[in-house]
C-alpha cells in the first residue's frame, strides 16, 4: 500500500530561518510526488511536481528536492506569508488520479 | 480566471438524511476529481472522471456515495444515509487533460453530520 509521512508535524520559525520539510514515501512505481500549499479553509494550491531521484523545483522561497525515499521542500528566509499547511502526496500505479497525500506540515512563520 | 467553485460551503445535516454536493470546475479542464479530507488525516481519494470514459470509483468507501458528471462539466457528489463518520471535508478538483496536469482544487464543501 503506497504512504506518504511527513515530518514535523508542525514547525514555528522567525521569519529569515531557514528550514526543510520532510516527506518519506513509499510507492510502487513512483510517476510522480507532488508538493502543494494550504490556507486555513482553502483547497490545495499545486505547487511542484518531481518525477524522478535528484530532480529539483525552485519558486521563489521555496526548492523540492527528491531522492528515491523522501522529498523535502526547503524554504529559504520565510516570510509570514509562507505560513501554511504544506502537503505531499505521491502517484503510482495506480494512477495520477489517485494521489496518496500525507498529513502535511503546518508551517508558522513570525515576523 | 474562475476556479473550481463548490457548494455549499458548509452543509449541517441529521444522520440518515441525504446531501448532494455540488462541484463545478474550471472551463476547459476535461479531468474532474472528488477528495475527501478528515481532521487528523490525509486527502482521501473518491472518484475521477475524464472526459467520456468510464469513472474511475475505486475510492468511494461505500455503495452510500455516488457521483455523476453532466455534460463534461458540473458535478455532483451524493451521500445517501449519512452517518456521522461522514463528516468531513470534501474536495474536488479539476485538471486541464487529467494524467500529471495539476489539481485546481475548490475551497471545499464542510460537512457535518449531527
Known amino acids: 500500500e503506497d504512504q506518504v509521512t511527513q515530518s514535523p508535524e508542525a514547525l514555528r520559525l522567525q521569519e529569515g530561518e531557514s528550514s526543510s520539510l520532510n516527506c518519506s514515501y513509499t510507492?510502487?512505481?513512483?510517476?510522480?510526488l507532488f508538493w502543494y500549499r494550504q490556507d486555513p479553509g482553502k483547497g490545495p494550491e499545486f505547487l511542484f511536481t518531481l518525477y524522478s531521484a535528484g530532480e529539483e523545483k525552485e519558486k521563489e522561497r521555496l526548492k523540492a528536492t527528491l531522492t528515491k525515499k523522501e522529498s523535502f521542500l526547503h524554504i529559504t528566509a520565510p516570510k509570514p506569508e509562507d505560513s501554511a499547511t504544506y502537503l505531499c502526496a505521491v502517484a503510482g500505479d495506480t494512477g495520477f488520479q489517485k494521489l496518496v497525500f500525507g498529513t502535511g506540515t503546518r508551517l508558522l512563520v513570525s515576523p | 480566471g474562475a476556479g473550481v467553485s463548490q457548494s455549499p460551503s458548509n452543509k449541517v445535516t441529521e444522520k440518515g438524511k441525504d446531501v448532494e454536493l455540488r462541484c463545478d470546475p474550471i472551463s476547459g479542464h476535461t479531468a474532474l476529481y472528488w477528495y475527501r479530507q478528515s481532521l487528523g488525516q490525509g486527502l482521501e481519494f473518491l472518484i475521477y472522471f475524464q472526459g467520456n470514459s468510464a469513472p474511475d470509483k475505486s475510492g468511494l468507501p461505500s455503495d452510500r456515495f455516488s457521483a455523476e458528471r453532466t455534460g463534461g462539466s458540473v458535478s455532483t457528489l451524493t451521500i445517501q444515509r449519512t452517518q456521522q463518520e461522514d463528516s468531513a471535508v470534501y474536495l474536488c478538483a479539476s485538471s486541464r487533460r487529467g494524467g500529471n496536469s495539476p489539481l485546481h482544487f475548490g475551497n471545499g464543501t464542510r460537512l457535518t453530520v449531527t
Open positions: 510507492v510502487s512505481g513512483l510517476r510522480g
